[in-house]
């Protein structure tokens, strides 16, 4: 592998080229402390989030103070009302003092399990099971926050904050303080840099509590991937969403009491807060854009030595393999040496495989030639036999002589038939199968059927491309078939005999021989049934399966054979 960069001419050799614009390409990437660059974009993206937290804490301020203070106050109403609970009037008393001593609940009241409400700083009392808000209360059996526009006390939308009362692990009711929306909706809005597009809060299951610019604002700005009870649980996050129009924003959820109640802000993508996130990306983009930078310049220093190079010889082998012709012009000039070496060892090679394939062709044609004549002395040879026959025929003593000796002579024929379809097309390996028939089906009507005999011949053949061993036993099944409906078709003259013959496809590797007559009121002549064996041997040879069938006034003969797409491999021994 190092034999052209340790060779005389070290300079003009393509591995030194290439190390030595590597090397240039490279050094500065190497120079770049991306670890340090990677530090100081996760910073800034970590100082940009702590902001859109911070910002989002501010502007909750209020909100979380409120939820958190009445959580607070409903943990001490539950200390106290565990040992009261029983005493209505007391009880009742007792939230009706409270919540008169503060200015932020509008009730508070104690709900039994069964949604019987007897403690109740109003002092009416009343039955809420069949409330949504109750009904969620006895579903969960925790802290948690409603709002509601229909209280059963109030007379204004509240939000309700809920706190189990449980005596020895045992739940046994809840204390509910309702905040009316006004107070959320009064608080005043805390000076910052940059204000969020939408302010909300919103519970564990996923329902709004109060908003900065309305209900239906907030609900448009929500999140499009996911539910707000998917953002429960978790301690301060910032992440980027498309919005309920599908608008790019950057959200910010904070919880206010964790696993109760959350805060979340949404801001516009390009705001002015994210532009520490932009330089983080630009800072990531330099070196990015210096390895880039790299990759040109090496790639540009690999074209102009090699791949240009490589190329044109490429293009002068492809043009070798198209036209069998040599290159007419050396690459020369400044290519590497290593390339002109490859040229070299090209150009020789090209020339080995012409010599060669002229030796082979040389051959191929000698051979074909000595196989066509081998084909053509068989033909001649068996012609031979037939005027053998023919003479021992007309010397023959009895008809059944002659029949015998006729029989024997088409067999013969047909045999001769294919060996001159050999020997007169070019492709040895194979035959026409519909042409071949054709000539032996017209042959044997010539001999067997006369002139005025009243028989009409319908024939039909596909261009079915047979092995040479194939089709010898074809031609033989062929000669059979049309011998014996020459012999049965009906031929008297009242009525007309007809002969159908037609070989065609039925798969792409299946093919069909048919052969119909009419029989007329012939009576069969004994015979000594070997015609009916040598279909059967054939069509077995032909790995084909024989269908026959008689009825009156017809005989049908048919064989489906296979018939392989491709010629079967010769080899050389």
């Not at 003479?391 to 001159?420: E, F």
């Amino acid at each position: 592998m190092t034999s052209g960069f340790l060779s005389t001419n070290i300079f003009r050799g393509l591995a030194f080229r290439v190390l030595l614009f590597l090397s240039l390409a490279l050094l500065p990437i190497g120079l770049i402390a991306v670890v340090q660059t990677r530090e100081i974009a996760e910073q800034n993206l970590e100082n940009a989030e702590l902001s859109l937290l911070a910002i989002t804490e501010q502007a909750s301020a209020k909100e979380s103070g409120t939820i958190q203070e009445a959580f607070g106050a409903a943990a001490a109403l539950a200390s106290v009302v565990k040992l009261i609970k029983s005493d209505n009037v007391s009880c009742s008393a007792f939230m009706r003092e409270y919540q008169q001593s503060s200015d932020l609940y509008t009730v508070a009241s104690f709900i039994q399990n069964d949604g019987r409400m007897d403690c109740v700083s109003t002092g009416v009392s009343g039955n809420v099971s069949d409330r949504p808000v109750f009904q969620k209360m006895i579903e969960h059996k925790s802290r948690m926050t409603n709002v509601t526009s229909t209280p059963a006390q109030s007379k204004e939308p509240v939000l309700i904050v809920t706190n189990p009362l449980k005596v020895e692990e045992e739940l046994i009711g809840f204390i509910n303080l309702s905040i009316p929306e006004k107070v959320f909706n009064d608080a005043p809005v805390p000076e910052t840099g940059s204000q969020p597009i939408a302010m909300l809060t919103f519970n564990a299951q996923g329902d709004i509590l109060t908003t900065k610019n309305g209900v239906e604002a907030a609900e448009q700005e929500l999140p499009s991937f996911a539910a707000l009870k998917w953002y429960v649980g978790q301690s301060g996050r910032v992440f980027h969403d498309t919005n309920q129009q599908g608008q790019d924003r950057v959200y910010a959820v904070l919880p206010i009491v964790p696993g109760v109640a959350y805060a979340m802000s949404v801001w516009p993508e390009d705001s002015p807060l994210l532009k520490a996130g932009a330089m983080t990306t630009l800072s990531f983009v330099l070196p990015v854009a210096m390895w880039l930078a790299s990759l040109v310049v090496a790639f540009w220093a690999l074209n102009r030595l090699a791949i240009k190079h490589i190329r044109k010889l490429g293009r002068q082998m492809r043009h070798f393999a198209l036209n069998r012709t040599l290159p007419r012009t050396p690459l020369g000039g400044v290519v590497p040496t290593e390339i002109v070496n490859m040229e070299h060892a090209f150009v020789g090679m090209a020339e080995s495989i012409l010599r060669d394939e002229a030796s082979l062709e040389d051959n191929l044609r000698q051979k074909n030639i000595l196989l066509k004549e081998v084909h053509h002395r068989v033909k001649n040879n068996l012609q031979l036999i037939s005027s053998i026959m023919n003479m021992q025929i007309r010397q023959a003593a009895t008809p059944d002589a002659k029949r015998v000796l006729q029989r024997l002579q088409d067999r013969i024929l047909s045999l001769a038939t294919v060996h001159k379809s050999l020997y007169q097309n070019d492709n040895l390996t194979r035959v026409d199968g519909g042409a071949l028939m054709h000539e032996i089906v017209n042959q044997l009507l010539s001999v067997g059927l006369p002139s005025g005999s009243g028989v009409t011949v319908s024939q039909n053949y596909e261009a079915v491309q047979l092995d040479p061993d194939d089709a010898a036993p074809l031609t033989l099944l062929v000669s059979e078939a049309i011998t014996n409906a020459l012999k049965y078709v009906a031929a008297d003259g009242k009525a007309k005999g007809h002969i159908e013959v037609s070989l065609s496809h039925t798969q792409p590797e299946m093919a069909l021989l048919f052969v119909k007559n009419t029989t007329g009121n012939i009576d069969p002549e004994a015979g000594t049934g070997l015609g009916s064996r040598l279909i059967n041997a054939f069509s077995r040879q032909l790995n084909g399966q024989v269908e026959i069938i008689d009825e009156e006034g017809t005989y049908t003969l048919s064989v489906e054979f296979h018939v392989p797409l491709q010629a079967k491999e010769v080899y050389d021994y």
